[in-house]
């Protein structure tokens, strides 16, 4: 398990998502199916544009790629604050991307807790096992953000979930930061279930925070962990400075 921060500084937002996009592909080539984990928020949206775009869009096999969601605002796909209507409209629905290899978080259901229970039995369904096994990761690739207060996901400083082990997705009743709407999230133990978690960081409104967590402050993001390589690629403007 990795948790050292392997940092990569890239120039700016367009060569991260340039960088983001190449790690993609690498990942994801190889082996007869392949499962990203995307995030929300504005850092992977230029990464999102360029996989609909070519060169990109010819060097992804779609039809193989199973797309999952890290965590999800508690509103409809068609809602402005839907992260998987997001990552649809910005490339999911304009690639060759097999509808049945979508697996948005079921935010039609009743409530948070109940669309979490689903999640983790698709999650199960799709992984074969009740049990997370780190010779055998869940995802090939995890992609999250950095807010401002330090979270990833949906998992908030001071958040019960943040201490999760068992469970693979929580509800998450109250976010600690805009928008305020019930979240649903994995839990660190299934997001570290990877060959590979890539943060996305970028702009200098970021690099107070990202400093603090890459120090080892006692914030979510430093909690991170994956099974296989951790890294952070920032852009020149979020890199601490030393
Ligand atoms: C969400 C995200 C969240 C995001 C960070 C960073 O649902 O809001 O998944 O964890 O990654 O808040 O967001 P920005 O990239 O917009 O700063």
Same mark, same amino acid.
């Given at each position: 398990?990795?948790?050292?921060?392997?940092?990569?500084? *890239?120039?700016?937002?367009?060569?991260?998502?340039?960088?983001?996009?190449?790690?993609?592909?690498?990942?994801?080539?190889?082996?007869?199916?392949?499962?990203?984990?995307?995030? =929300?928020?504005?850092?992977?949206?230029?990464?999102?544009?360029?996989?609909?775009?070519?060169?990109?869009?010819?060097?992804? +096999?779609?039809?193989?790629?199973?797309?999952?969601?890290?965590? $999800?605002?508690?509103?409809?796909?068609?809602?402005?604050?839907?992260?998987?209507? @997001?990552?649809?409209?910005?490339?999911?629905?304009?690639? +060759?991307?097999?509808?049945?290899?979508?697996?948005?978080?079921?935010?039609?259901?009743? $409530?948070?807790?109940?669309?979490?229970?689903?999640?983790?039995?698709?999650?199960?369904?799709?992984?074969?096992?009740?049990?997370?096994?780190?010779?055998? +990761?869940?995802?090939?690739? *995890?992609?999250? =953000?950095?807010?401002?207060?330090?979270?990833?996901?949906?998992?908030? +400083?001071?958040? @019960? @979930?943040? $201490?999760?082990? @068992?469970?693979?997705? *929580? =509800?998450?009743?109250?976010?600690?930061?805009?928008?305020?709407?019930?979240?649903?999230?994995?839990?660190?133990?299934?997001?570290?279930?990877?060959?590979?978690?890539?943060?996305?960081?970028?702009?200098?409104?970021?690099?107070?925070?990202?400093?603090?967590?890459?120090?080892?402050?006692?914030?979510?993001?430093?909690?991170?962990?994956?099974? =296989?390589?951790?890294?952070?690629? *920032? $852009?020149?403007?979020?890199?601490?400075?030393?």
């Amino acid at each position: 398990m990795s948790s050292r921060p392997n940092v990569i500084v *890239v120039a700016d937002a367009a060569a991260l998502a340039e960088a983001a996009a190449q790690r993609l592909v690498a990942r994801v080539t190889q082996g007869d199916r392949a499962a990203v984990c995307l995030t =929300g928020g504005s850092s992977p949206q230029r990464l999102y544009r360029l996989l609909a775009q070519e060169p990109w869009q010819s060097k992804v +096999p779609w039809p193989r790629l199973h797309w999952f969601m890290g965590d $999800d605002r508690f509103v409809p796909q068609s809602d402005a604050l839907s992260n998987m209507g @997001a990552a649809r409209g910005l490339f999911l629905d304009r690639v +060759p991307a097999p509808r049945q290899n979508l697996h948005p978080i079921p935010t039609e259901l009743a $409530d948070p807790d109940l669309a979490a229970r689903a999640y983790e039995s698709d999650l199960k369904s799709f992984y074969g096992a009740d049990r997370l096994d780190p010779a055998r +990761p869940l995802f090939d690739l *995890v992609l999250m =953000g950095l807010g401002n207060d330090g979270h990833t996901a949906s998992l908030f +400083p001071r958040a @019960a @979930a943040l $201490d999760e082990n @068992a469970r693979w997705v *929580v =509800g998450v009743a109250k976010a600690g930061m805009e928008p305020y709407v019930p979240r649903v999230t994995l839990t660190f133990p299934a997001l570290a279930s990877s060959r590979e978690m890539l943060f996305l960081v970028e702009g200098a409104e970021k690099r107070n925070i990202l400093t603090r967590v890459l120090a080892g402050e006692e914030l979510p993001a430093a909690r991170a962990r994956c099974d =296989g390589e951790l890294i952070w690629l *920032v $852009d020149r403007a979020a890199a601490p400075e030393n």
